[in-house]
């Protein structure tokens, strides 16, 4: 992989733990500005919000703008708003940073999907999205549960703080290590329309509810560790991490599965998924249960989720710039559904486990929606071949509208 793609990764790994961190700091967080902690989870959607607006209108904003200054612009933007949010003392005025800092961060993961995906050879769009998404893996790992130590010892600010000084570095080499070139020309339109494919609808709404179980859950992850697991605040940290690990282990094993076998991917990991969040919330009680599924459940959500993003983009070739897109959208269509329905349930009086009740239904839903795509062609069916091949690995000579007989290996036919 291109260096300037860990570049890259480098930028999204503090974008990452700026939209993941909060599931650390609620408690701490909402009784430093005083209101509930459901409502205090409405940040965690409201950055979502902002991405699901932000990713189709910054691309669309930023199409005909030279690649490297579109990231420069974001990032900078990114890093700004950080830091008000770190100075406010306002809840309402840190929702509004949070709602900014999402739009900053959509633009900068739209332009940087079709800079990665343009870096490789056609046939390895998913190594090329695993290496950037694991700047967000990394930030489960690393990032999250630093913030969440750093919320400990000095407050929830920061964390915000230490997001903007991540954020720095990354300005600087993207500067060094990115390409000066253009965008590709193209018409906005033409591009709209790859959203009339049913195929392509299938995945973008499979992968907003795999999201929105993934989000419902984590958000409220160190609530429901420490009152109803019994783990003392000391092992937030610890657990975030060890989500981090099993998002980091599931996008490395999608990456390379994605190009491949991607129904094997989701049948299995759809279905493994639903069960993983079934059995978090029925032992949630058992520390050590608690620590496995964690794990697990890190792993096959953004595995499932990342080779739904990767089949996304190879069925829209010919939509280079929104592409990308429009599967951050759908991912955070799932992020701000999921955090809203946990809140709700916890504010109901259901308890701790009940958003991780929610994530099953999230994520049976989910399978449900992509169980035609395991029989049935991907997205972007047509009558020219992209690349890949058949079944036996022989060449890819025509693409039927089952799929069956053709192209099922690395890539989708264009119309």
């Not at 160190?222 to 605040?233: C, N, P, R």
Request: aromatic share 8%; with cysteine; glycine share 12%.
């Amino acid at each position: 992989m291109p260096f300037a793609l860990y570049v890259l990764a480098l930028a999204v790994f503090a974008q990452g733990t700026s939209e993941f961190m909060l599931s650390g700091l609620l408690p701490d967080l909402a009784r430093d500005t005083g209101v509930p902690v459901g409502t205090a989870g409405t940040l965690t959607s409201a950055f979502a919000a902002g991405m699901v607006v932000g990713a189709p209108l910054m691309a669309a904003l930023a199409r005909r703008w030279p690649r490297r200054r579109a990231l420069l612009l974001f990032l900078g933007a990114f890093l700004a708003v950080h830091v008000a949010g770190a100075l406010t003392s306002s809840f309402a005025l840190l929702l509004a940073t949070r709602v900014v800092a999402a739009l900053a961060n959509a633009g900068f993961l739209a332009v940087a999907v079709a800079a990665a995906v343009a870096m490789v050879r056609p046939d390895a769009k998913g190594r090329a999205t695993a290496t950037l998404l694991g700047g967000v893996t990394l930030a489960c790992v690393a990032g999250v549960p630093a913030g969440a130590l750093l919320g400990q010892l000095w407050g929830w600010r920061a964390a915000f703080w230490a997001v903007a000084l991540v954020s720095a570095p990354a300005l600087v080499a993207i500067v060094t290590s990115v390409p000066d070139e253009p965008s590709p020309r193209t018409e906005i339109r033409p591009e709209l329309r790859v959203l009339r494919r049913p195929g392509l609808l299938l995945v973008l709404g499979a992968g907003a509810l795999v999201n929105g179980a993934t989000f419902c859950a984590f958000t409220y992850l160190a609530s429901l560790a420490t009152e109803v697991a019994g783990f003392g605040d000391a092992w937030v940290p610890a657990l975030l991490a060890v989500f981090g690990l099993g998002s980091f282990a599931g996008v490395g094993a999608s990456g390379r599965l994605a190009d491949t076998r991607p129904r094997t991917v989701l049948a299995g990991g759809g279905a493994a998924l639903v069960a993983g969040w079934a059995a978090l919330a029925a032992f949630a009680d058992v520390p050590a249960a608690v620590v496995v599924l964690v794990f697990a459940q890190g792993a096959l959500g953004f595995g499932v989720g990342s080779t739904l993003i990767t089949r996304a983009l190879y069925a829209t070739p010919d939509a280079p710039t929104m592409g990308g897109s429009f599967a951050t959208a759908a991912l955070n269509v799932g992020a701000v559904a999921g955090p809203v329905a946990g809140g709700l349930a916890v504010d109901g009086g259901l308890g701790y486990r009940s958003p991780v009740w929610v994530s099953v239904a999230f994520a049976a839903s989910a399978l449900v929606l992509a169980w035609p795509l395991v029989f049935n062609a991907w997205p972007g069916r047509g009558k020219a071949p992209v690349s890949g091949g058949r079944r036996d690995g022989g060449p890819c000579s025509t693409c039927s509208a089952s799929g069956r007989d053709a192209c099922v290996c690395a890539s989708t036919c264009t119309d």
